[in-house]
């Protein structure tokens, strides 16, 4: 039995006139009795692709069917879980529990009855009377879940509901709601979910979807077919991890490929990955002193060992990769030839090899050098970099994109920048 | 004051083509009111008019009186404030004109208001008095509207994106998505505004009782008459009595009024580090007693009711856009305004050339420019005073929390009411009035600036005060690189508000009487106030627009660059 369809799912916004795909061609079901993780780096849209599936946002194209029903606006039978608790700071607990079923007309006995039985059920009783800013993180969680959980809901998305919380907060919630799915203690047939955390997917999922970025693509599906609860020890924990980084990362070798042949074509509206110069070299750094007996890195094992998400690893590879620092492989990193001369060099002489491999991978920054060497005073306006980006990007990515390219630039001393004018020029100023 | 004004970032510096085809829009339609004006230039016969008694005993049903009419007009307030901010919040179009509107209102001053409208008033209800009364309240609903539409509009607007996300997925109709989301959401930044409105409505509510109309004066009962009376009769018993009957009726407003709001309104942030150790005596008898908890209970279920009446619950397919017109009546409407604007510009036109001439135009310019440099000088002194002073105290977070419900009692006050004692000082030491008369402009807004800079002292992170003295950096260095760069934002916040009601002071200020004795500073102040006298609608109208445009050219090129500026360059 199917409970929720997406058919060639796309979504584009449009901007300055060009189209922005941020979606391309998504299909995906979710099963009866199935938890399935919808798992990606940031940027991927995964959570666009997870509020179309709730009924929030339209897409450009293709069709959502709940239980074959078409979906277009929120439905009643879908329960959701935010990010960020999304809690009504001047409602308490059980008013923000009953909300819902007050939108749906039930009366005041009942809706309190059913309310308070949620929050038992949650774990949250002694706390109906609280605001939500007396509760911590957890029990803020928790509120939304219950929120969600009264309305009795058929299927129960949530976005990203951990990432908000400590790593114990969340291993206790999560252990949680295991137990309330496994005792079937509420209606709930499906859950669906996004994380960028591997490990959180392959603890409560039985299928895990991939998805690769620009645009949103359906990389691939993992099924996970070990009993409850899992171990992070398990040697088919550990393998699916694995399986998983290859998944992920196949995906950029892919990429690099096709860009390789036609290198130049890296083109103007290439997303810049959001890390700053200090962690690219604070990678290598890493890579070099704590495993220089490898040749190749497990990625599962570098992430592991730094203690960080694909969401923070990923892009510091990828910016390792694009400025041929490292090359990325199989789920594999090795610190490429290059790499390794930075990696020597003085504090001056890495500002140089940074300097030459921006202008030479990174179409953006040799755009803005070539129009600086030829501007009158040697300086140019901000603005007119952005628009450099802007028929390819969003405007929000555009000023992201903008902000790491000055920090790149800065550091490699290509140009220099004026906060106050918002100009670059080509002297460091003084 | 925890929070302080903030200037909307919403507009650019650079003047847009419809802030000039706005003003000239208001422009227009002050012309004709005016011309409604001169058409009932005859004295006016409002029968026996109230007779204002001098007596102590009066003075606190006088007091009640004002009191009511502030409250009259904060019910018109919030009910515009409710229809136009809204709007402007869910209308883009609507927004578009609102908005800078708003800006071109909020620059009028209160007391030419008065002036301009209150022929109509009496035209509405003719040998009544209920005329003037309705002039005198409109005079304070302009005094609190502007910025409390301001403040709710940013309110609606600011709703986090994920409840907006939680309302649609309970599929809340417009109508209670409005009053369980939207209208909390806004509630704190409402509450606070209609404080500032309070404390600033009680100085125009006694500047507006004593209402000239063609060469005539109208006395409504009030503490404003009182004092009119009172100095006219050079009383200073009744003089010292008002000021001692204002103390009190403000000790009780800010007592059973300012503070438990104020208290009640915390429940809407959603931050929890805030810790006030502000309290209410009257919060606590309300929460103590249990018939009050059963109305309470009552008041959220009639509340509930309200926000689920089926008549709005209906799903209508327009709630995306309420107010997506068909593209043809789109063109249609964009001819209607622009033919009201061509007739606003032949009107105006048609005034100026008519009615006005050019020497009068230089003369307001005039005028206008010594106004804006005494409202300089003002800011400056009161800077110098109250910049160092504002320091001291909020270095000591103690001082502070015990100083900071003083200081909104002090703004509350109505300065006017101390004009006289400053007119019998400057008579008695013979000092001349066009520099003595000066620092009435100041008197009642130069606290914005103190409490702003006591915020702004307190806001400080503690690391940057253990950093500047591990570098050993003290005195001049200490300000120059320290201090006023990081209160910068505030300070220039407080001084725009003190600015602002500087501007408005002036028309009391810069023409005070004692008795037979008038005291008349040169400055566009002088001249409305005078002119508003002897009922010379045209000439307040050309006064007020001069004034009006000094102050939006100062807020769009002085104080808004410069508080951009101070606020990116203290973003950490």
């Not at chain 1, 935010?82 to 607990?93: H, K």
Request: glycine residues 6%; proline residues 4%; contains cysteine.
């Amino acid at each position: 039995m199917k409970l929720l369809k997406a058919n060639n799912i796309s979504k584009t916004f449009i901007n300055n006139g060009s189209d922005n795909k941020i979606l391309a061609d998504l299909n995906f079901e979710l099963k009866d009795g199935e938890i399935v993780a919808i798992l990606g780096k940031s940027g991927s849209g995964k959570s666009t692709f997870l509020r179309i599936l709730a009924g929030l946002i339209q897409p450009s194209s293709g069709e959502i069917l709940y239980r074959d029903n078409a979906v277009t606006e929120p439905v009643k039978g879908i329960g959701m879980v935010f990010q960020n608790f999304a809690l009504m700071p001047w409602l308490t607990v059980l008013e923000n529990v009953e909300l819902g079923l007050e939108a749906l007309g039930i009366n005041r006995e009942e809706r309190r009855t059913r309310a308070i039985d949620a929050i038992d059920m949650i774990g949250l009783d002694g706390f109906e009377s609280a605001y939500p800013k007396e509760l911590s993180g957890g029990m803020k969680q928790r509120v939304g879940f219950a929120r969600a959980l009264v309305m009795n809901p058929d299927i129960l998305i949530m976005d990203e509901p951990f990432s908000a919380l400590d790593v114990l907060t969340a291993e206790n919630l999560k252990t949680d709601l295991l137990e309330l799915w496994q005792n079937k203690k509420t209606g709930t047939n499906g859950i669906l979910f996004v994380t960028h955390n591997i490990e959180e997917a392959l603890m409560l999922s039985n299928k895990i979807v991939i998805m690769s970025s620009n645009p949103g693509k359906i990389a691939g599906s993992v099924d996970v077919n070990l009993p409850y609860p899992r171990n992070y020890q398990d040697p088919e924990f550990l393998r699916l991890v694995d399986v998983i980084y290859t998944l992920i990362t196949a995906n950029i070798t892919h990429n690099k490929k096709k860009s390789s042949l036609i290198k130049s074509n890296l083109g103007l509206g290439y997303r810049i990955p959001e890390v700053s110069t200090d962690e690219i070299m604070g990678l290598i750094e890493t890579i070099y002193t704590d495993f220089e007996s490898e040749k190749t890195i497990d990625l599962p094992k570098l992430s592991d060992h730094l203690a960080m998400d694909i969401d923070d690893l990923l892009p510091i590879t990828e910016a390792l990769e694009t400025l041929e620092l490292a090359n990325v492989f199989d789920g594999d990193i090795k610190i490429s030839e290059t790499g390794v001369k930075f990696f020597n060099a003085d504090l001056l002489e890495r500002k140089k090899i940074f300097a030459k491999q921006l202008l030479k991978n990174i179409p953006l920054a040799r755009a803005i050098r070539n129009r600086l060497d030829e501007a009158s005073f040697s300086q140019i306006s901000e603005k007119h970099c952005l628009e450099l980006i802007t028929p390819y990007l969003s405007a929000k990515e555009s000023q992201k994109v903008m902000r790491t390219m000055i920090d790149w630039g800065r550091y490699a001393e290509i140009f220099a920048y004026n906060f106050n004018e918002n100009m670059l020029t080509l002297e460091n100023p003084n | 004051m925890k929070k302080s004004y903030k200037p909307s970032k919403i507009h650019s510096t650079a003047i847009n083509i419809w802030d000039i085809y706005l003003f000239i829009i208001v422009a227009a339609t002050l012309f004709c009111i005016t011309w409604a004006t001169m058409q009932m230039s005859k004295p006016y016969d409002i029968g026996n008019p109230p007779q204002i008694h001098l007596e102590a005993n009066y003075l606190p049903s006088y007091a009640l009186k004002s009191f009511w009419r502030m409250l009259i007009a904060m019910g018109f307030s919030l009910l515009a404030t409710f229809i136009f901010g809204t709007w402007a919040a869910k209308s883009k179009k609507v927004e578009s004109i609102i908005i800078p509107l708003i800006d071109i209102l909020q620059a009028i001053p209160v007391l030419s208001f008065l002036t301009i409208t209150v022929a109509g008033f009496m035209q509405l209800f003719p040998g009544n008095l209920l005329g003037p009364e309705m002039a005198s309240i409109f005079a304070v609903f302009t005094a609190q509207a502007w910025n409390m539409i301001l403040g709710f509009y940013q309110g609606i607007k600011t709703v986090p994106h994920e409840l907006i996300e939680v309302g649609k997925m309970y599929q809340l109709s417009w109508w209670r998505k409005f009053w369980k989301i939207e209208v909390p959401n806004a509630m704190p930044s409402l509450i606070w505004n209609m404080m500032m409105s309070m404390s600033a409505s009680w100085f125009f509510v006694v500047a507006s009782e004593a209402i000239s109309f063609s060469s005539q004066t109208i006395m409504l009962p009030g503490v404003g008459s009182y004092i009119a009376l009172a100095i006219e009769k050079q009383d200073y018993m009744a003089i010292f009595n008002a000021i001692v009957c204002m103390l009190i009726v403000i000790i009780i407003y800010d007592q059973l009024f300012f503070r438990p709001l104020l208290f009640w309104s915390k429940k809407f942030n959603s931050d929890s580090q805030e810790e006030d150790n502000q309290k209410s005596w009257v919060v606590n008898i309300l929460q103590r007693t249990r018939a009050l908890k059963y109305s309470r209970v009552l008041l959220e279920k009639i509340y509930d009711q309200f926000a689920k009446l089926s008549f709005f619950t209906k799903k209508i397919s327009l709630i995306k856009n309420p107010l997506s017109i068909p593209k043809a009546m789109k063109v249609k409407s964009d001819w209607f305004y622009y033919i009201f604007l061509i007739l606003s510009l032949l009107l105006s036109i048609y005034f100026i050339v008519n009615k006005i001439e050019i020497k009068e135009i230089l003369l307001v310019c005039k005028l206008s420019f010594y106004t804006s440099i005494r409202v300089f000088a003002m800011i400056i002194v009161s800077s110098v005073i109250w910049v160092p002073i504002g320091v001291w105290i909020g270095l000591r977070p103690n001082i502070a929390s015990n100083i900071q419900p003083i200081i909104q009692f002090l703004a509350a006050f109505p300065a006017n009411l101390l004009f006289p004692l400053v007119v019998i000082s400057i008579l008695h030491f013979q000092l001349n009035h066009e520099i003595w008369t000066t620092p009435l402009m100041i008197l009642g807004s130069q606290w914005y600036i103190l409490f702003n800079v006591i915020v702004g002292t307190l806001a400080i992170p503690k690391e940057i005060h253990f950093a500047a003295n591990n570098m050993g950096i003290k005195g001049k260095l200490w300000w120059k690189s320290f201090i006023i760069p990081a209160i910068m934002p505030y300070y220039i916040t407080g001084a725009i508000t003190a600015a602002g009601a500087a501007w408005n002071a002036s028309i009391i200020a810069e023409y005070v009487t004692w008795g037979s004795i008038k005291l008349h500073a040169t400055g566009i102040g002088g001249y409305i106030a005078k002119y508003a006298e002897t009922g010379d609608s045209t000439r307040v109208v050309t006064g007020t627009l001069a004034m009006c445009i000094y102050v939006l050219f100062f807020n769009r090129f002085l104080w808004q660059p410069l508080y951009n500026y101070a606020t990116s360059r203290m973003q950490q």
